[in-house]
């Protein structure tokens, strides 16, 4: 029986991390799920820990994926081409995240009936004691009714919600046409996002003030040693962003003032 959610884990070189990653995949308290956990040409031994952790706990939620190195983007690709859930999830290997991480966005997105459901996080340092550093605070917007495409563009655009990628669960089927961009460095993944976004305008979402994700934020980062040229990638991908946005909901908009 194929499972009910299939969590994506790209995995560089995570052989500091992966002990913290593991045992939160461990000390799930949900089963019916796959760890994708996908070692993008890892030069470390990241693959080696992972197969000791699996042999050694007999966790078979976890399911070892290795490719070429192709970067972040190819290997969040692989996790949605091998996906075999109904719902998808993505984290990072040197994030954390609570036992109720997955039952807490599974049950949610069940109950609601919807197509995605976004939540908070919580933002840690890189200390072994992880202190809270800043929060994805979703709570002004939350609320038990659906949340429109639209709708959700605008919070968007006011800094009222936020593209990251472990910040939700999806059905697995809104990806079928849709991937990330390997050769986009930033903000590739608000622009996956987006891109399924105005693939179904009409789709059912909801939004969570619950955390069940801590996200460590390291000081050596990408984001913080990105040059001039880097940043030029976020002006193309919102440029892009726009253009898919005006496309789908533009005439949409005519339309309803030429009916005034």
Not at 145 to 161: H, T
């Amino acid at each position: 029986m194929n499972p009910v959610v299939s969590v994506i884990v790209p995995v560089y070189n995570s052989e500091k991390f992966l002990p913290h990653l593991l045992n939160d995949i461990h000390e799930q308290l949900f089963d019916s799920v796959e760890f994708l956990l996908i070692d993008d040409g890892s030069v470390d031994n990241s693959a080696m820990i992972i197969e000791q952790f699996v042999s050694d706990f007999s966790e078979k939620r976890i399911k070892l994926i290795k490719q070429k190195n192709g970067g972040v983007s190819r290997a969040r690709n692989t996790g949605l081409d091998s996906a075999k859930g109904q719902y998808v999830i993505f984290a990072d290997s040197d994030d954390r995240f609570g036992p109720d991480f997955v039952s807490g966005y599974v049950i949610k997105i069940q109950d609601h009936q919807s197509d995605m459901e976004f939540f908070s996080a919580l933002k840690v340092d890189d200390s072994e004691t992880h202190d809270v550093v800043g929060k994805i605070d979703y709570s002004p917007i939350a609320s038990n009714s659906p949340v429109s495409v639209a709708k959700m563009i605008s919070n968007f655009a006011n800094l009222e919600a936020w593209g990251y990628p472990f910040g939700y669960i999806s059905r697995k089927e809104l990806w079928t046409n849709v991937r990330v961009n390997p050769n986009i460095k930033y903000q590739e993944d608000v622009l996956a996002l987006f891109q399924v976004w105005t693939s179904f305008p009409e789709m059912k979402i909801f939004v969570n003030k619950e955390l069940y994700y801590f996200y460590v934020q390291h000081a050596n980062s990408a984001l913080h040693s990105m040059s001039v040229a880097d940043y030029w990638q976020f002006v193309l991908v919102d440029d892009q962003i726009l253009q898919m946005v005006e496309e789908r909901f533009l005439p949409q908009l005519v339309q309803q003032l030429e009916a005034l």
